[in-house]
């Protein structure tokens, strides 16, 4: 049997700043690896930097986070690992917030996050309906 090391990142990222979160994402991945992980995950939308609000309805705000996830996954240091980062995909003009798995130069799994945070306004619309 053999084993698994998981390394769950966590980042400093800022929201829009691509190239900075790309350079992030990169080190946490090369301190994790260093310390022995083969398997790497990374906080939500960590690409283009979570708290972009009303920016991840601009179509720009796709393209940079697909510009800097070919520049990570083209990266050497995601040789013999596997990386999840956050980012967000758009699929038949539908925008996701997803999970990407992906090794160096291969992408293996793309999730859409199946349950979205709550927000107060729909725990009380489900309370008042009787639904919680």
């Known amino acids: 049997?053999?084993?698994?090391?998981?390394?769950?990142?966590?980042?400093?990222?800022?929201?829009?700043?691509?190239?900075?979160?790309?350079?992030?994402?990169?080190?946490g991945i090369r301190d994790a690896k260093a310390r022995g992980a083969t398997v790497i995950t990374t906080p939500e939308l960590s690409i283009p930097g979570y708290g972009a609000l009303?920016?991840?309805?601009?179509?720009d705000t796709f393209l940079h986070s697909w510009e800097m996830?070919?520049?990570?996954?083209?990266?050497?240091?995601?040789?013999?690992?596997l990386v999840d980062v956050g980012a967000p995909v758009r699929?038949?003009?539908?925008?996701?917030?997803?999970?990407?798995?992906?090794?160096?130069?291969?992408?293996?799994?793309?999730r859409p996050k199946m349950c979205l945070a709550v927000t107060e306004t729909?725990?009380?619309q489900d309370v008042e309906k009787g639904r919680a």
């Open 122 to 124: 729909a725990v009380t």
């Open 69 to 81: 996830m070919a520049q990570i996954i083209a990266d050497p240091v995601c040789k013999d690992v």
């Open 1 to 27: 049997m053999s084993l698994l090391t998981v390394a769950a990142v966590t980042l400093h990222t800022l929201p829009l700043d691509f190239t900075a979160n790309r350079d992030a994402i990169l080190e």
């Open 54 to 59: 009303d920016h991840h309805l601009e179509a």
């Open 91 to 110: 699929h038949r003009n539908i925008r996701f917030n997803c999970r990407i798995l992906f090794t160096w130069k291969w992408i293996y799994l793309i």
